[in-house]
């Protein structure tokens, strides 16, 4: 080393940026301003943009939570009235599921899994801008429908015939079906997109079985999502003919049917539960290995579990219908796949379990939400097994029992990672560190107000309390355990906006983050805090499926230093690689800046208003200037092979 | 320079003397339509499906009472004429480097897919006063399907157009045959689903 690395870099880094850093920063500098922000199709701002507003939806969705537990809060209340209560319970459904968990995660999954597999950007930069344009229009249009008082009010999964024009006349359900059908373009542009950054883009020597468990998880989730969205999107397109232009898919009398709503809909709802839990078990993945110390133990079967966890999870949406009045042969065969699927879970569960035992456990804050993640997740599995039983299940379906149930799986299971996750890359996303005793009371605060919350819902459930009810008589048992309830709602509230300050302080006050501040063992710890554009300068050689822990990997990038072939100092450019062994293939030419996927985005958003109005001339010309934008796209591409 | 580098920058910088060399594996953009193909065939799946669920949750006959069968021979020479446009589409993919035969391949694969639009056409105004999308759920489902597979058919209309632009205005040696076997394959796709729906909405009445 010839000169001194400034402290925080890690000497490999610094050799590498000494010797290329000036003309990669000049090559990748960005627009400054706001034609920059419009344009850019850099992935960790895309990817920062998913989680902030993903972030603020939460909050919208939590506070109608907050309001919903106020007026359980004790019996007989009138703080909202019944119609305003539907809309919140269905709009704090479909708004966590669709606008906020599934974002989150590709918030994580857009800034770190080119990151982690060693690439400089998204195999389709310009898709990916267009996916989050996407999802912020269609998060705003469905969020509009509440204040202007026309929220969907059929509860999250919408069953007909209670959602057809009939029974629920208004914009309320088209405000759903369209919100859904819209967000859908870009949950499925994104899965795309990170499945084929995955598979073509990871530096060499990466092979299928030195991928990290977490693009592992994210490549299986988008996999799910490519093939369960289609069956929602073709129910809604249906439910929303059916409301508007008078087809009669869902209309008995006229040769349609009701259930079949169900099943198109469960197809797609139960593997969205596993969309959601398994990227946020591959954080779990990321983090525990870094605080044991050691690498995660049974790779091989971890990657077996979550890729059978995504293909079982197909075969078990009749769960969800065990009340409906199907045949016992579909019950017995779907009880049976129920429970199988959570042989893969157990998988998981053990393998993070031996290795917190066989490791030296440091207990940050990523930690502590890591382990309070195995907790609740045992906990929401368990009640998951038991509602595979067809018995039980008709016993206690539709009561708080199940809302108990999921809220440990999705809040339990998906929203603790993701805080683990945030409290992790935190410092390599702003290149500050957060304060360690303020992340264990954001833990006690959140956890505590988590159990407290949702524990007294399953007596309440077994005390036959029905979900969706906006009161109940006082004397029959219930008041006691709403009032917890919603004690520890304000309680998870308080700590959700600690945290919440506990990020801003630390965005102006922490301290300067290292590169690597948690000795992590993937490779987004090679790049700076923050990284730059460019990410790497210099492409490294993956050597094992512990990247910055075997020497190697980071010593090729000093050795490649002056290999253009690595460094690639000319247009943005980047290294596409064998589909399984991760060997060189090409060099590909990244596209720049562009506001084509604002436009276009715009032109889609408008085109779904004017159906919603009732406009569809208007819609027609719209996705005709739509179509239009999309041929400009299609041809003004950088050449990427010969 | 790496020798994978070198031939990309030679290879760009004097097009036309030089046939094209197959890329080395498969580009990002083969994979992102097959991609893009798995879940427009989930959605098709999807809505197969339900075609049959509701032919047979009832116990009546199908087409149901009041429908009458669809006429078969209108869509018959539409399928026929899609599948037989994959041969110029596979010949398109395959003359890159001879623009003449490349554009009048492209051209006539276009030729067969305007063909089966209008042929859809026509197949719909036979069976409109008989059977509506309002009528019943057999009538919802005949539209509702064959619509949305033609609507896919007008779009991979629009990526033939794009690539026989790209090859008569900037030249077929600057080719793009990434581009020519990507859109192919879209073609592909669409000529084996209007098999499926072929079997599902004309054959299987008659069954």
């Known amino acids: 080393m010839t000169a001194t690395t400034p402290p925080g870099v890690l000497d490999e880094r610094f050799e590498a940026e000494r010797s290329v850093g000036p003309r990669l920063d000049e090559l990748w500098a960005e627009e400054p301003g706001f034609v920059g922000f419009v344009t850019t199709v850099n992935h960790k701002r895309i990817g920062r943009r998913y989680l902030v ?54 918030g994580f999954g857009n800034f770190f899994l080119p990151l982690m597999v060693g690439t400089r950007d998204m195999a389709f930069p310009r898709l990916n801008a267009l996916s989050y344009w996407i999802f912020l229009f269609s998060g705003l249009f469905m969020f509009s429908s509440l204040v202007l008082g026309m929220a969907p009010d059929g509860g999250w999964f919408a069953y007909v015939p209670l959602t057809t024009d009939r029974y629920l006349p208004g914009l309320n359900l088209d405000f759903y079906t369209l919100g859904l059908l819209f967000l859908a373009v870009s949950s499925t542009v994104g899965a795309i997109n990170l499945i084929v950054t995955a598979l073509k883009m990871r530096a060499p020597g990466m092979s299928l079985n030195r991928v990290p468990l977490y693009v592992w998880a994210v490549v299986v989730q988008s996999f799910m999502l490519v093939f369960a969205l289609p069956p929602l999107d073709v129910a809604n397109l249906m439910l929303f003919m059916d409301r508007r232009v008078g087809t009669r898919f869902f209309a008995p009398s006229k040769g349609g049917d009701s259930i079949l709503w169900q099943h198109l809909f469960w197809l797609f709802g139960h593997p969205d539960v596993y969309i959601i839990v398994l990227p946020a078990m591959g954080i779990i993945s990321a983090v525990v290995p870094t605080f044991s110390r050691r690498p995660i133990t049974a790779y091989p079967l971890v990657v077996t579990a979550t890729i059978a ?22 019950l017995s065969f779907f009880s049976a796949a129920t429970l199988t699927i959570s042989l893969p879970a157990g998988i998981q569960m053990f393998a993070w379990i031996t290795t917190l035992w066989r490791g030296r456990v440091v207990l940050s804050t990523a930690m502590l939400y890591a382990v309070g993640f195995l907790v609740a997740f045992v906990l929401g599995g368990v009640t998951g097994v038991m509602f595979a039983v067809v018995p039980f299940d008709q016993q206690v379906t539709d009561s708080y029992f199940v809302v108990a149930h999921f809220h440990y799986v999705l809040f339990g299971g998906a929203m603790l990672p993701l805080l683990a996750g945030l409290f992790y ?60 309830s ?13 945290t919440l300050g506990l990020f801003v302080h630390s965005l102006f006050r922490g301290a300067r983050a290292p590169d690597d501040p948690w000795g992590g063992n993937t490779l987004e710890w090679a790049t700076g805090s923050p990284p730059k554009p460019y990410n790497f300068p210099v492409i490294p050689t993956v050597h094992s499926a512990n990247p910055l822990w075997d020497g190697s990997t980071m010593a090729s990038m000093v050795e490649h230093r002056d290999d253009d072939g690595r460094t690639l100092t000319a247009e943005h450019r980047t290294l596409r690689t064998s589909e399984l062994d991760g060997r060189l293939e090409a060099v590909m030419v990244m596209p720049e800046e562009s506001p084509v996927p604002l436009v ?5 958003t408008a085109a779904v208003i004017c159906l919603l109005a009732g406009l569809y001339v208007v819609a027609a010309a719209a996705f005709v200037l739509l179509g239009v934008a999309v041929l400009w796209w299609m041809w003004h591409r950088p050449e990427v092979e010969p | 320079m790496t020798a994978v580098a070198n031939r990309t920058e030679a290879s760009s910088r004097r097009p036309s003397r030089r046939a094209p060399e197959g890329p080395v594996g498969r580009t990002t953009g083969w994979w992102g339509m097959v991609l893009f193909i798995c879940t427009e065939s989930a959605t098709f799946a999807a809505i197969l499906a339900s075609y049959f669920y509701l032919r047979f949750i009832h116990d009546t006959s199908w087409p ?35 623009r003449a035969t490349h554009v009048l391949m492209l051209l006539l694969a276009l030729l067969g897919g305007v063909v089966f639009v209008v042929l859809q056409g026509v197949d719909y105004a036979g069976e409109w006063p008989d059977s509506t999308l309002q009528k019943d759920a057999y009538g919802s489902l005949f539209y509702t399907i064959t ?49 499926a729906v072929y079997v599902t909405v004309y054959i299987s009445p008659y069954l």
């Open chain 2, 147 to 195: 619509g949305l597979h033609t609507l896919h058919v007008v779009v991979g209309l629009f990526m033939v157009l794009l690539v026989l632009a790209g090859a008569v205005v900037r030249g077929v040696g600057r080719g793009h045959p990434g581009s020519v076997r990507v859109v192919a394959l879209y073609w592909y796709f669409l000529s084996v689903l209007a098999v």
């Open chain 2, 64 to 98: 149901p009472p009041g429908d009458s069968r669809p006429s078969l021979l209108v869509p018959t020479v539409g399928t026929a004429v899609l599948l037989l446009s994959c041969a110029p589409m596979l010949l398109a993919g395959r003359t890159v480097h001879r």
């Open chain 1, 486 to 498: 919603t004690i520890g709602a304000f309680l998870l509230a308080t700590g959700l906006f600690f």
């Open chain 1, 425 to 484: 890359w935190w410092p390599k996303m702003t290149g500050r560190m957060t304060s360690v005793r303020g992340g264990a009371w954001s833990f006690a605060l959140v956890f505590g107000g988590f159990n407290l919350t949702f524990f007294p819902m399953h007596i309440s459930g077994l005390l036959g309390m029905p979900r969706r009810i906006y009161t109940y008589q006082p004397g029959i048992g219930w008041t006691l355990w709403n009032l917890l």
């Open chain 1, 600 to 604: 276009t985005a715009a032109l889609l």
């Open chain 1, 53 to 106: 507003t993903a972030a603020f939806f939460f909050m919208i969705a939590g506070l109608e939570a907050l309001v919903m537990r106020t007026q359980l809060g004790s019996p007989d209340n009138r703080l909202v009235s019944p119609e305003l209560y539907d809309q919140l319970f269905t709009l704090h459904g479909t708004a966590m599921i669709f606008f906020v968990a599934t974002p989150l995660n590709n």
């Open chain 1, 309 to 330: 966890t995504g293909i079982i999870s197909f075969g078990v949406w009749v769960h969800h219908m065990f009340a409906v009045g199907l045949s016992t042969v579909s």
